[in-house]
């Protein structure tokens, strides 16, 4: 392992801005009023109207939240110039990491509205928060992880992972001790945070014939059970792996869609995991234990992007066809509510970890930030209806 200062990147800056009120909600403490009066005296013969125009301007910025337990309203933002490509909130801090194709990655502070931008040379591929939300690991179009520590305002990565494979995407295990690296061979490497090494690496040459027949077997979304005994890699070809974590041994595979695979989600009671790609027009649920589809959400809007469940496990967040958000009943598959808001289709969305907020990104560059406890006991939806919270 190598420090920050091996970094081929001497143009990474960290810079900070903060964030205008114009697009918060209006509410007390950030209306801005304009009142405009038009005095006219009454009309006689050879009498001139005379207009009399007073213009009173009052606005009262926003104070910043000042507890750690302080509550603030749901936000959007314009994040970036181009599409968003991953979102994730930390937790406890709720700090917002924003990925998008302008080549950087904001880190976003909603109850202050301060915002701090890294520059990459190319859009970063992935992204994933440790555990205790204060490690971000980022990987890009190359072969290294970069970890930053978000509690500092530092110019560089903390750590430096160097690795001899194209790595797409990132999962740290339940207890933060492991960062698992998907690669873009299909292999996953598992690094360990203690010693900031490679532990192991396994899944090159462990899958079937059947695969070896498929094109694009390459590595495209992975994710951890909530107990960290499973790993689960979804590939190019639409197939689905199930891994030992602890002995890189392939449980189970099987075919959950004929294009690839672009989101992975299992609840935290760990009994069903919930595929999305990009080209079906519907989310399927799992049964892990044995590949056996056990619920279906037909949601009708190609284009299924990106899924989370909620800490409970009994709903299902989807998005990627549309502007919409759409909370499922994950055991009944049927819709809830659909949260609208965003001006473009919904490119990704997470839950914190606390289960408080979700927060999602969209193509156009906008991000919103939805508190959960207001949607959960909102009003369930009619046929056409939807609820929104702006």
């Given at each position: 392992m190598r420090r920050a200062p091996s970094l081929r990147r001497p143009n990474m800056v960290l810079s900070r801005r903060a964030y205008g009120d114009a697009q918060s909600p209006i509410d007390p403490k950030t209306r801005g009023f304009v009142t405009v009066a038009v005095l006219t005296p009454g009309l006689g013969a050879c009498v001139l109207g005379a207009i009399i125009l007073a213009i009173g301007v009052t606005w009262q910025r926003p104070?910043?939240?000042?507890?750690?337990?302080?509550?603030?309203?749901?936000?959007?933002?314009?994040?970036?110039?181009?599409?968003?490509?991953?979102?994730?909130?930390?937790?406890?801090?709720?700090?917002?990491?924003?990925?998008?194709?302008?080549?950087?990655?904001?880190?976003?502070?909603p109850p202050t509205g301060a915002l701090r931008s890294i520059p990459l040379e190319t859009?970063?591929?992935?992204?994933?928060?440790?555990?205790?939300?204060?490690?971000?690991?980022?990987?890009?179009?190359?072969?290294?992880?970069?970890?930053?520590?978000?509690r500092t305002t530092s110019e560089e990565p903390k750590y430096i992972l160097h690795s001899d494979k194209i790595v797409r995407v990132t999962a740290f295990n339940p207890r933060g001790d492991t960062l698992a690296a998907g690669n873009f061979d299909g292999s996953v490497t598992l690094w360990d945070l203690n010693t900031f090494k490679p532990r192991t690496t396994f899944g090159?040459?462990?899958?079937?014939?059947?695969?070896?027949?498929?094109?694009?077997?390459?590595?495209t979304a992975m994710t951890?059970?909530?107990?960290?005994?499973?790993?689960?890699?979804?590939?190019?070809?639409?197939?689905?792996?199930?891994?030992?974590?602890?002995?890189?041994?392939?449980?189970?595979?099987?075919q959950a869609s004929k294009t690839p695979i672009d989101a992975l989600a299992i609840p935290i009671q760990g009994d069903v995991l919930a595929t999305a790609a990009i080209l079906d027009t519907d989310v399927?649920?799992?049964d892990?234990?044995?590949?056996?589809?056990?619920?279906?959400?037909?949601?009708?809007?190609?284009?299924i992007k990106t899924l989370a469940f909620d800490l409970q496990g009994s709903t299902l967040a989807t998005a990627g066809g549309d502007e919409m958000i759409k909370i499922w009943d994950r055991r009944k598959g049927t819709p809830?509510?659909?949260?609208?808001?965003?001006?473009?289709?919904?490119?990704?969305?997470?839950?914190?970890?606390?289960?408080r907020w979700l927060v999602s990104g969209d193509a156009e560059g906008g991000v919103r930030l939805w508190p959960t406890d207001e949607f959960a006991a909102g009003p369930k939806l009619a046929s056409g209806d939807s609820a929104s919270w702006n």
């Open positions: 104070e910043p939240d000042r507890e750690s337990n302080t509550e603030f309203p749901s936000r959007s933002l314009k994040a970036a110039r181009g599409l968003v490509l991953a979102v994730n909130i930390a937790t406890p801090s709720r700090t917002v990491a924003i990925s998008s194709t302008d080549s950087t990655v904001k880190l976003w502070d859009p970063a591929r992935s992204m994933s928060y440790s555990p205790d939300g204060t490690l971000l690991a980022i990987t890009v179009v190359d072969t290294d992880i970069y970890v930053y520590d978000i090159e040459g462990a899958v079937s014939p059947q695969i070896e027949r498929l094109q694009s077997p390459y590595l951890y059970s909530p107990d960290g005994k499973t790993l689960v890699t979804g590939q190019g070809n639409g197939m689905v792996h199930v891994w030992n974590p602890s002995t890189g041994r392939l449980l189970r595979e099987w399927r649920l799992w892990l234990e044995t590949g056996h589809t056990r619920v279906v959400l037909e949601d009708g809007a190609k284009g809830l509510r659909t949260l609208r808001g965003h001006e473009a289709k919904v490119w990704c969305l997470s839950y914190s970890r606390d289960g």
